[in-house]
């Protein structure tokens, strides 16, 4: 079995970006900035929020983390966004999700400008997702494509199967699927006979948000699966795939942690030195 480590691959990409950040400051005398938001006091967000700004520091970028109280209102929130629109050292825009009860994310998300929305959650990346345009792609799913790619697994004319259809992880990542000429199925909680779905897969993606929900016997033999599951439990942080089953069936798996994680903040930063160079015209 191939561990696909997303741990080491986003520690080479932090590394890359960095000399490449390096470069682009000594041409054009700018450094990337990206805002981080955050609302409320929700413990994982905190951690999440600190990984990503010691991944900047890493890559060189400018992290610029603006903590808010739960008790913020939705047009101080507003304010803000609005105001980091305007903010020529800003490149990207990042509000954690979720947000205290009563603020409404989807407006907030709507305002970020789209130039800046390196998160890819505005529904103009979305479209442009959809329409198969260049555009910010959400980073979960684009860090799972990234990480395939940089083991050299490609998915085009294979089956794959999703496990999950939200907004920021199943439909994304079905659709950049699909742009890489995959044959893509999308199961959920209604669908019938999953496991049958799952056996009839090449690649299995899971995004269930369930531990162990992915068992040895709805798994291909020499199947390609990445676990997109991120569950705290009494016994850690584990994933939706039961790894230790699987490990003598599968060609390559992603570990949990250290597995898709670290390759979500990893395309952050490539998503926000992207639109750095965009913004120089580069
Ligand atoms: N606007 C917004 N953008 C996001 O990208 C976003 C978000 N909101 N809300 C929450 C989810 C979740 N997410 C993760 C990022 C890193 C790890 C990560 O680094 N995980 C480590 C373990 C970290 C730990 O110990 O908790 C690993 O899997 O190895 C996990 C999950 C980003 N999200």
Redesign the pocket.
């Known amino acids: 079995m191939i561990l696909l480590d997303?741990?080491a691959t986003a520690a080479a990409i932090r590394k890359e970006l960095g000399e490449k950040v390096g470069i682009l400051k000594s041409t054009t005398g700018k450094v990337p900035g990206l805002a981080v938001i955050l609302a409320g006091e929700d413990p994982?967000?905190a951690?999440?929020v600190r990984?990503?700004e010691r991944a900047c520091a890493e890559a060189g970028i400018v992290s610029k983390g603006y903590k808010l109280p739960a008790s913020t209102t939705q047009e101080e929130l507003e304010g803000l966004i609005r105001k980091l629109n305007e903010d020529d050292s800003v490149h990207g825009i990042?509000?954690?999700?979720?947000v205290p009860q009563g603020l409404d994310s989807d407006r907030c998300l709507d305002l970020i400008d789209p130039d800046k929305d390196v998160?890819g959650?505005h529904p103009v990346s979305v479209g442009r997702l959809t329409l198969g345009l260049p555009g910010f792609r959400s980073?979960?799913p684009a860090g799972v494509m990234t990480l395939l790619d940089r083991y050299g697994l490609d998915v085009s004319g294979k089956k794959a199967v999703v496990i999950g259809r939200s907004n920021?992880v199943g439909k994304p990542l079905a659709l950049m699927l699909l742009q890489r000429n995959a044959t893509v199925t999308v199961c959920h909680s209604r669908t019938a006979n999953l496991a049958e779905e799952v056996r009839s897969a090449d690649f299995v993606f899971a995004a269930v948000g369930r531990p162990l929900f992915v068992t040895r016997d709805m798994v291909k033999d020499g199947a390609v699966v990445v676990d997109v599951g991120?569950n705290r439990t009494d016994a850690g942080?584990v994933g939706d795939c039961d790894f230790k089953a699987l490990e003598s069936k599968v060609a390559a798996m992603t570990p949990?942690?250290?597995?898709?994680?670290?390759m979500?903040?990893a395309q952050?930063l490539i998503n926000t030195v992207r639109s750095f160079e965009m913004k120089q015209g580069l």
């Open positions: 997303g741990k994982a967000s951690v999440y990984n990503k990042l509000l954690q999700l979720p998160d959650f980073c979960t920021i991120i942080l949990v942690p250290g597995g898709v994680g670290p979500t903040i952050l």
